[in-house]
């Protein structure tokens, strides 16, 4: 699917432009791994299944200091187990988890609001 809402042209925040069932294409680039992104950076996130999910994989997408975390989880809604949120929660950094579809709609939607969010996403 192609997104195409009005978002910041600076070329330095990364926004979602297109996600297909493995992949999503950034402004800056097309990834087929799993991901951790926010306006500033992209890496690589170990987990590749939801069950995989623990408090380093959370640990990781809260390093990034967001005001709210998103999970999505590939083609399906499938949450993590509740240890692994239990950081974000002690922070109280809002965790939202869905299927990767929704996931990338919704980083942009926050990301366009001026949201310091973060996005791990699951490429299966």
């Known amino acids: 699917m192609q997104f195409s809402r009005d978002l910041p042209a600076d070329g330095a925040t990364r926004i979602i432009r297109a996600y297909a069932a493995g992949s999503i294409t ?3 680039e097309t990834v087929t791994h799993s991901v ?13 299944a939801p069950d995989a999910i623990d408090a380093g994989a959370i640990a990781q997408l809260l390093a990034l200091r967001p005001e709210v975390v998103l999970i ?12 692994a949120l239990a950081e974000a929660r002690a922070q109280r950094i809002g965790v939202e ?28």
């Open 72 to 83: 999505g989880t590939g083609a399906k809604l499938r949450l993590p187990a509740p240890t």
């Open 97 to 124: 988890v869905m299927d990767t579809a929704a996931a990338c709609r919704t980083y942009n939607v926050l990301l366009s609001e001026g949201r310091r969010v973060v996005a791990g996403l699951l490429m299966i």
């Open 26 to 28: 950034t402004n800056l």
């Open 36 to 48: 951790v992104l926010s306006a500033g950076a992209l890496s690589a996130w170990p987990p590749a």
